[in-house]
DNA sequence: CCGGGCCTGCGG
DNA sequence: CCGCAGGCCCGG
């Protein structure tokens, strides 16, 4: 559930945290979380220093010496800790230690996150990077327009495919949504220049709003000093079922797009006809 | 385009 | 105690 504004919130705390650190070792309670095998890793980061830290799409992306990145994605419950609590221990699945007695703890409960290990010539093909699509954040309106415009589909769902936009996952895609008074389930053929215009910039303010906040703390998420966000506190309609809208007072309904869980305003989110 | 698989905790 | 939560991959 971490989304584009909490993997950034953690991109921003690690760049202060562990730029300059030496890895001396990996460790992997888990192995399978690791890619490639855990001794080939081991072997491709030995000596390691962290230069620097990125984000691509939910893609957290460690910049090392010596040409090696080391790519972690959250999924679901996945978090990166400096500390990790009594009783916590055992959802560990990963461990950086660094040459200075510091350890990063990759933690996940469900098991779907992953950490990959690889030279730069080959690292966006092995952990998927290579298929994502633009930043939402560095997108201007032509090249926006460019991909969104004449596109078939259904909103929600192309707001979710990560090879037209990297990022937006569930939460922010509703949010998305009731920004731009449009159900989910529009077809975005149907949306005049003016509408795709609003979902550009409310692509961006939703995004950007999170990230201010230090995103949304809905079910797991928390910094890498297990800090909470506070966006949860600015949603409008993601999970507020049965709630009255901020907007106009009806009850915020729940169905199922895309397979996923969807909240939306029935009356200020009317699906467009023609 | 839909649904199952990966996983576990927790809500109903 | 079942089934839902959902990012992403894959198969039909």
Same mark, same amino acid.
Request: aromatic content about 8%; charged content about 30%; proline content about 4%.
């Given at each position: ?235 409008? @309609?993601? %999970? /507020?079922?049965?709630?009255? *809208?901020? #907007? +106009?007072?009806?009850?915020? $309904? &729940?169905?199922? @797009?895309? %397979? /996923?869980?969807?909240?939306? *305003?029935? #009356? +200020?989110?009317?699906?467009? $006809? &023609?």
């Amino acid at each position: 559930m971490p989304e584009l504004p909490e993997v950034e919130t953690i991109v921003r705390e690690l760049r202060e945290s562990v730029c300059g650190k030496e890895i001396s070792k990996i460790e992997a309670p888990w192995r399978k979380a690791v890619k490639p095998a855990l001794n080939v890793a081991a072997r491709i980061l030995k000596g390691s220093k962290v230069e620097d830290v990125m984000r691509r799409g939910k893609f957290i992306i460690f910049i090392l010496n010596k040409n090696v990145r080391l790519v972690v994605h959250l999924r679901m419950t996945g978090r990166l800790l400096w500390r990790v609590e009594q009783g916590r221990a055992k959802f560990i699945r990963v461990i950086l230690r660094f040459a200075d007695g510091s350890s990063l703890y990759f933690s996940d409960v469900r098991r779907f996150g992953r950490v990959w290990v690889y030279p730069v010539e080959v690292y966006k093909k092995a952990t998927g990077i290579s298929k994502l699509g633009v930043e939402p954040l560095d997108l201007d309106w032509e090249s926006f327009k460019g991909i969104f415009k004449g596109r078939r589909g259904i909103l929600k769902h192309s707001l979710l495919r990560q090879d037209l936009l990297a990022g937006v996952g569930n939460i922010y895609a509703d949010e998305i949504c009731f920004r731009i008074g449009l159900h989910p389930l529009t077809r975005l053929e149907k949306l005049g220049n003016d509408q795709l215009r609003s979902l550009f910039k409310a692509i961006g303010e939703c995004l950007r709003d999170g990230i201010e906040h230090c995103g949304a703390s809905i079910s797991d998420f928390v910094g890498t000093k297990g800090t909470i966000g506070q966006h949860q506190h600015y949603l409008r @309609v993601y %999970g /507020r079922k049965g709630k009255p *809208c901020y #907007s +106009c007072s009806n009850l915020i $309904k &729940k169905t199922v @797009v895309a %397979g /996923r869980g969807t909240f939306f *305003c029935p #009356s +200020c989110q009317p699906i467009l $006809k &023609k």
